[in-house]
């Protein structure tokens, strides 16, 4: 048997895992859990917009170029070296404002096994942040094998079992009659349409980002064609019935005020077990989540750093980032990232609570991210007109009509995505609203430009044509 028949061998449901993996987590649950009923108008529309467009679009460019690299791929054929750069660029730099929104979550899940009251203490907080964010570098540091066993225990313990808790215990929770902290009415449904309290909806990107991951292993299955967009359809209901259920059973259980964006879900544990009667489960519980968390962490501290590493070899960003140690890690780039991943953590110190610190962070990381989603659906408008006979065993349906209103809805969800993102949430307390947007805006610059900056070095470094003699 030949080495790529040998990897070929995912399935559908084996493919949709990798997805649900990269997306579910219970840490995302109390951002929409803010909205009550309302949340359900909300999930629906973010869902037309960007989930099941980003999902089609994976699957046809997945499987039209089922390359290494996936986004970085896909946007490289459209529109050459430097743009896939670019996307994979943001790809790395979202992942320096994303690490401290989960590490947060993982310090505050370790405060329930000590004292609840140390989730809302800024320096315990960011002193448990720094630990874990470098203990899970220096995992890093021994290559992809230690990380993705890491992982492997981590997708389950900390993303996949926190959300079934949440789900289950809320369950139990109404079941045994206890009043809904969110009365069901038709009007209930209706979103308070205030710009600044439709801020959250720019941070609902966060919760479906990963659903392009089955389109990067396309060379891995058997059947593309089949396989992919069965398996991307497959993640989409198991992501959504896990969000809206989260979400709402999160709602159900705690009142609305006192829902935090970092320790909601552990709120909820602790609300849920004291009324059942078994408390005493919530310290073990916190140190299975905590630790699921820190195993989750490991692989994206790793994953990103590589494919940029790839770009460094490639020419397109200074070589000295992509050398790797006898682990084949780009340490540089780990250590470029472990620095800046510090620097966006002391945000917890000097912004006015944990929950803002919180959100600040979430919306830089959705600012960058929806660049690089923006690029893939531009790429994928182009390539059906620059590349219009590579087979494609998926193709979104409807020719080229359908392609633009695919790629055209997902952009104008992503550009809707990074208006909100700016906007201050009328539910926390952020402070001076200049002052927030200018860091905002501050943040997502610095984050999205070195690939310019590169690219400007680049040129400058190339020397200049010499004349041709005449005569």
Known sequence: MTGPARTARLGVLALAMINVASIVSARNLPVMAEYGWSMLLLFLLSIVVFLVPISMAAAELGTAFPRDGGVYAWVKEAFGGRTGFLAVWCDYAENVAWFPTVLSFMAASSAYAIDP???????????????????????????????????????????????????????????????????????????????????????????????????????????????VPRAIALAVVITVAFSVLGSLFMAFVLPEHEISLVSGTMQLFSSVLDTLSVGWLLAPLAVIVTLGGIAHLTPWVLGPAKGVAVVARDGLAPRRLGRTNRNDVPVALLMVQGAAGTVFALLFVVVPSVSTSYWM?????????????ALVFAALVRLRYTRPDVPRPYRIPGGLPGVWLVGGVGLLGCVGSFVLGFVPPSQLATGNTVVYVLLLALATVVLSLPPFVFALLSRRRQPEPVPTPVG
């Open 117 to 227: 009251a140390l989730a809302t203490d800024k320096r315990y907080l960011l002193a448990v942040m720094l630990i874990f964010f470098w203990g899970t570098t220096a995992a890093g540091l021994r290559g992809v094998r230690a990380s993705a066993l890491i992982g492997a225990v981590g997708t389950v313990a900390g993303s996949i079992l926190p959300a079934l808790l949440v789900v289950g215990l809320g369950a139990v929770f109404l079941l045994q009659g206890h009043a809904s902290e969110i009365p069901f009415s038709a009007g209930a449904l209706v979103p308070d349409v205030h710009l600044d309290n439709l801020a959250f909806l720019g941070g609902i990107v966060l919760l479906f980002t990963g659903m392009e991951m089955a389109g990067f292993h396309a060379r891995e299955t058997r059947d593309p064609g089949r396989t």
């Open 361 to 373: 962070l979430s919306a830089v990381t959705a600012q960058v991210v929806v660049a690089m989603y």
